[in-house]
């Protein structure tokens, strides 16, 4: 097993005291602000250009910085947060149903299973109401009710309607807003944009983030470029698992190089399992497609009574269907947080009661809505979701039940931060779902958009300016010894890969390792397979560096070697997961352990011992733990019901 030594507590000294609905107000209140003069004098990089990033780049470029900003793909609309259906959530109570940004932070931190900071949480659900505002000025097409005012739905997890949508592509359409504003930055020279660039090492001088080590994807070229802060809005980390909801070039790797120099990684075995995507089809499959949580809005989750049931749906009478979420938990239904919901459909397929190909899936239909609202009022909310659900599967939803199974989607963990969003390395910003500060154990549905635009749009600008006010940038010269270090280390890195020309594919050392994980460390893990998973993982990391073949050269567009590069970070995170969800003996959340459970079968929690986050340092002779105790004065934990 990987061994580990336990620090020294760490805490979050950037929050300040009082009430906690003061301390966002008061905290903008005592930041230091830099004169607009002076802005133009500092450059910022930003990593990532999804909801986070990009609102982020171009809110920083609005304000007077100069922003050089980097994704891999061939232009920042492309970026992930364009597949985010369902929506995203405000607490604006248009539906006067008892809603309240008091009541979205208690949400929050009961979803996440009181794992989460109640300060980073409450700003969250403060900051919700202005970003709704920020994307209707923007011209982001929200679904309107039939008077003109924005439309609201639910989610799981909660008992009232915050949910702004636009049909089933929320994501896209607010990342084209976000876009837009980042354009306008560009067009005007504020904003330096490098597209098909990927960021390969963090450059730390004087013990400040000052830079980074990026590869264009294209010509291959290695830069370096320099800055007086870097921000990372990199996203997640899902597809260690090798099949997930996310897209195929989501990737570790700027989290994690910047964690071999220096910032803590905070849970990283919080990860999120989603209960509605469309079931495995087959070994090589290379990725998984998400059908929208707000699907369970009408539709109603089932599976036969009796095991080993193969009948069609629709020659199932009503008296032999379990609707099991309603059964079990009739106060919520089919609206329970994403980590019930999915440990219930892993718990009927076990039982033998599952539906298609390997029993894995449960049924999602639409026939009581389409009778009760007619099939027009359906399609209008719910349509482009249906017609990709047909063109994948080739059935009609209309009229045959979809089928779902839980699949890897988000990851709760990331880069340990403060209430100002900054590491553990001064000036290394992070943002979005690449930090770990407000969702706990769980994330509860449509908060990730409202998370990434809270972040970039309002949070970073005000403490990043702070940050910048204290000044003591220097001019760095191209041959500091940490930049050179930083240079070499990543040349040396694309040279080995190159060199090794062994027999494997990285895509077979990936799905291998994805399989152990998902076997010992997804919806349901015990000391036993996590532990099979830390034997296993070096042995595999091994193999890699021995055996994997890289065709092509690194002077040209080599997707292998962006693969390779990327594999062998998962292939060190997932090792340091594993550990983390093996040393967390409770369950909270997305993190079930087997060994604790109450006698229904639901999350145990000990709070005695854990009611804390997990921060890593890494050390070149293993992992070190950090502890940063929660505490919770306005919403105290309790066993989490939604019956």
């Given at each position: 097993?990987?061994?580990?030594?336990?620090?020294?507590?760490?805490?979050?000294?950037?929050?300040?005291?009082?009430?906690?609905?003061?301390?966002?107000?008061?905290?903008?209140?005592?930041?230091?602000?830099?004169?607009?003069?002076?802005?133009?004098?500092?450059?910022?990089?930003?990593?990532?250009?999804?909801?986070?990033?990009?609102?982020?780049?171009?809110?920083?470029?609005?304000?007077?910085?100069?922003?050089?900003?980097?994704?891999?793909?061939?232009?920042?609309?492309?970026?992930?947060?364009?597949?985010?259906?369902?929506?995203?959530?405000?607490?604006?109570?248009?539906?006067?149903?008892?809603?309240?940004?008091?009541?979205?932070?208690?949400?929050?931190?009961?979803?996440?299973?009181?794992?989460?900071?109640?300060?980073?949480?409450?700003?969250?659900?403060?900051?919700?109401?202005?970003?709704?505002?920020?994307?209707?000025?923007?011209?982001?097409?929200?679904?309107?009710?039939?008077?003109?005012?924005?439309?609201?739905?639910?989610?799981?997890?909660?008992?009232?309607?915050?949910?702004?949508?636009?049909?089933?592509?929320?994501?896209?359409?607010?990342?084209?807003?976000?876009?837009?504003?980042?354009?306008?930055?560009?067009?005007?020279?504020?904003?330096?944009?490098?597209?098909?660039?990927?960021?390969?090492?963090?450059?730390?001088?004087?013990?400040?983030?000052?830079?980074?080590?990026?590869?264009?994807?294209?010509?291959?070229?290695?830069?370096?470029?320099?800055?007086?802060?870097?921000?990372?809005?990199?996203?997640?980390?899902?597809?260690?698992?090798?099949?997930?909801?996310?897209?195929?070039?989501?990737?570790?790797?700027?989290?994690?190089?910047?964690?071999?120099?220096?910032?803590?990684?905070?849970?990283?075995?919080?990860?999120?399992?989603?209960?509605?995507?469309?079931?495995?089809?087959?070994?090589?499959?290379?990725?998984?497609?998400?059908?929208?949580?707000?699907?369970?809005?009408?539709?109603?989750?089932?599976?036969?009574?009796?095991?080993?049931?193969?009948?069609?749906?629709?020659?199932?009478?009503?008296?032999?269907?379990?609707?099991?979420?309603?059964?079990?938990?009739?106060?919520?239904?089919?609206?329970?947080?994403?980590?019930?919901?999915?440990?219930?459909?892993?718990?009927?397929?076990?039982?033998?009661?599952?539906?298609?190909?390997?029993?894995?899936?449960?049924?999602?239909?639409?026939?009581?809505?389409?009778?009760?609202?007619?099939?027009?009022?359906?399609?209008?909310?719910?349509?482009?979701?249906?017609?990709?659900?047909?063109?994948?599967?080739?059935?009609?939803?209309?009229?045959?039940?979809?089928?779902?199974?839980?699949?890897?989607?988000?990851?709760?963990?990331?880069?340990?931060?403060?209430?100002?969003?900054?590491?553990?390395?001064?000036?290394?910003?992070?943002?979005?779902?690449?930090?770990?500060?407000?969702?706990?154990?769980?994330?509860?549905?449509?908060?990730?958009?409202?998370?990434?635009?809270?972040?970039?749009?309002?949070?970073?600008?005000?403490?990043?300016?702070?940050?910048?006010?204290?000044?003591?940038?220097?001019?760095?010269?191209?041959?500091?010894?940490?930049?050179?270090?930083?240079?070499?280390?990543?040349?040396?890195?694309?040279?080995t890969l190159l060199s090794i020309d062994g027999s494997r594919t990285?895509?077979?050392?990936?799905?291998?390792?994805?399989?152990?994980?998902?076997?010992?460390?997804?919806?349901?893990?015990?000391?036993?397979?996590?532990?099979?998973?830390?034997?296993?993982?070096p042995e595999l990391r091994e193999e890699f560096w021995n055996d994997?073949?890289?065709?092509?050269?690194?002077?040209?567009?080599?997707?292998?070697?962006?693969?390779?590069?990327?594999?062998?970070?998962?292939?060190?995170?997932?090792?340091?997961?594993?550990?983390?969800?093996?040393?967390?003996?409770?369950?909270?959340?997305?993190?079930?352990?087997?060994?604790?459970?109450?006698?229904?079968?639901?999350?145990?929690?000990?709070?005695?011992?854990?009611?804390?986050?997990?921060?890593?340092?890494?050390?070149?002779?293993?992992?070190?733990?950090?502890?940063?105790?929660?505490?919770?004065?306005?919403?105290?934990?309790?066993?989490?019901?939604?019956?």
């Amino acid at each position: 097993m990987l061994e580990y030594t336990v620090g020294s507590d760490i805490s979050d000294t950037a929050a300040p005291a009082g009430p906690i609905e003061n301390r966002w107000e008061t905290r903008k209140r005592e930041a230091k602000l830099v004169n607009p003069a002076n802005r133009r004098k500092h450059r910022v990089i930003v990593v990532g250009t999804g909801l986070a990033g990009g609102a982020a780049g171009a809110t920083l470029a609005e304000q007077g910085y100069h922003v050089v900003q980097f994704c891999f793909q061939d232009s920042p609309r492309r970026a992930h947060s364009v597949a985010a259906q369902g929506g995203i959530n405000a607490a604006k109570n248009y539906r006067n149903d008892g809603d309240s940004v008091y009541r979205l932070f208690y949400d929050t931190v009961k979803g996440g299973d009181f794992r989460a900071r109640e300060s980073n949480v409450y700003r969250l659900a403060e900051v919700s109401v202005q970003i709704i505002d920020q994307c209707v000025a923007q011209g982001v097409p929200f679904a309107r009710e039939y008077g003109g005012l924005l439309d609201n739905r639910s989610f799981g997890g909660v008992q009232v309607s915050r949910t702004f949508y636009a049909r089933g592509q929320t994501g896209q359409q607010l990342l084209l807003g976000a876009y837009q504003a980042l354009s306008r930055q560009i067009d005007a020279g504020n904003v330096e944009l490098h597209a098909r660039t990927e960021m390969l090492d963090l450059i730390v001088i004087d013990g400040k983030a000052r830079g980074i080590v990026a590869r264009d994807l294209v010509t291959g070229e290695v830069r370096t470029h320099l800055a007086d802060a870097v921000v990372l809005a990199s996203g997640g980390y899902g597809n260690v698992f090798y099949l997930s909801t996310n897209a195929k070039g989501s990737n570790a790797t700027a989290i994690w190089r910047a964690h071999k120099r220096g910032a803590y990684l905070a849970n990283p075995c919080f990860t999120q399992i989603h209960p509605t995507c469309i079931p495995r089809s087959g070994e090589h499959q290379s990725k998984l497609t998400l059908m929208s949580e707000s699907l369970r809005n009408d539709g109603r989750i089932w599976v036969p009574a009796q095991r080993g049931d193969s009948r069609p749906p629709a020659s199932i009478p009503e008296s032999e269907r379990d609707y099991y979420l309603e059964r079990i938990y009739p106060s919520f239904g089919n609206l329970v947080p994403r980590d019930i919901a999915s440990r219930q459909a892993k718990n009927v397929c076990d039982e033998g009661r599952g539906v298609g190909p390997g029993g894995l899936g449960v049924y999602l239909d639409f026939a009581e809505a389409i009778g009760r609202m007619g099939r027009p009022s359906v399609e209008e909310k719910y349509g482009n979701l249906f017609d990709m659900y047909a063109q994948i599967t080739a059935e009609n939803p209309y009229e045959t039940p979809m089928r779902i199974y839980p699949a890897i989607h988000y990851t709760m963990g990331g880069l340990w931060v403060d209430y100002d969003l900054q590491s553990t390395i001064p000036g290394l910003f992070v943002i979005g779902e690449a930090n770990f500060s407000d969702h706990g154990a769980n994330r509860l549905g449509a908060s990730a958009l409202m998370q990434g635009l809270a972040d970039g749009y309002f949070v970073l600008p005000a403490t990043l300016s702070h940050y910048l006010a204290g000044g003591g940038f220097a001019p760095i010269a191209a041959d500091d010894p940490a930049v050179r270090s930083a240079e070499s280390s990543v040349a040396a890195r694309l040279e080995t890969l190159l060199s090794i020309d062994g027999s494997r594919t990285v895509d077979s050392f990936h799905r291998e390792l994805g399989t152990l994980l998902w076997d010992h460390c997804g919806m349901a893990r015990n000391a036993s397979g996590l532990q099979k998973a830390l034997d296993r993982i070096p042995e595999l990391r091994e193999e890699f560096w021995n055996d994997v073949k890289v065709p092509g050269t690194g002077q040209q567009l080599n997707q292998s070697l962006e693969k390779a590069n990327r594999v062998a970070d998962f292939l060190e995170f997932g090792e340091l997961m594993a550990l983390d969800a093996l040393v967390r003996t409770e369950s909270c959340g997305g993190h079930f352990r087997e060994e604790s459970q109450t006698p229904e079968g639901e999350a145990l929690r000990d709070d005695e011992h854990f009611t804390n986050v997990s921060a890593w340092e890494y050390g070149e002779a293993g992992p070190v733990l950090h502890r940063e105790a929660l505490s919770f004065d306005y919403v105290h934990p309790t066993q989490r019901s939604y019956a």
